[in-house]
Nanobody, 124 residues
Framework: QVQLVESGGGSVQAGGSLRLSCAAS????????MGWFRQAQEKERELVAG????????YYADSVKGRTTISKDNAENTVTLQINSLRSEDTAVYVC?????????????????WGQGIQVTISS
């Protein structure tokens, strides 16, 4: 049984940093392209960052580019999302997802496995 479990969320002040972790079991992150999505209230789910199966290519949404890093730790079987210079608009539920595709896709339908999500709230 595949499980993706997010951790590291919570309330953070604007300007601060956050490190989200996605621990996988039942699959090997090295064999999957991984994405971090987020969904804010009354907004559609959006891909924030993604990393390809081999880990050589990454994608970042314009809204987080330059202040965000996604990485895989194959030994720990985890995927991490580091966001710096947090803004109120980063407030959302963040969800980790795994795709059997070679590349990173924006379309959530391309992802076979999903975590439960974790709340991130940025206060000003």
């Amino acid at each position: 049984q595949v499980q993706l479990v997010e951790s590291g969320g919570g309330s953070v002040q604007a300007g601060g940093s956050l490190r989200l972790s996605c621990a996988a079991s039942g699959l090997t992150v090295a064999n999957y392209s991984m994405g971090w999505f987020r969904q804010a209230q009354e907004k559609e789910r959006e891909l924030v960052a993604g990393i390809t199966r081999g880990g050589r290519s990454t994608y970042y949404a314009d809204s987080v580019k330059g202040r965000t890093t996604i990485s895989k730790d194959n030994a720990e079987n985890t995927v991490t999302l580091q966001i710096n210079s947090l803004r109120s608009e980063d407030t959302a539920v963040y969800v980790c997802a795994a795709s059997n595709e070679r590349w990173v896709y924006h379309n959530p339908a391309r992802y076979e496995y999903w975590g439960q999500g974790i709340q991130v709230t940025i206060s000003s």
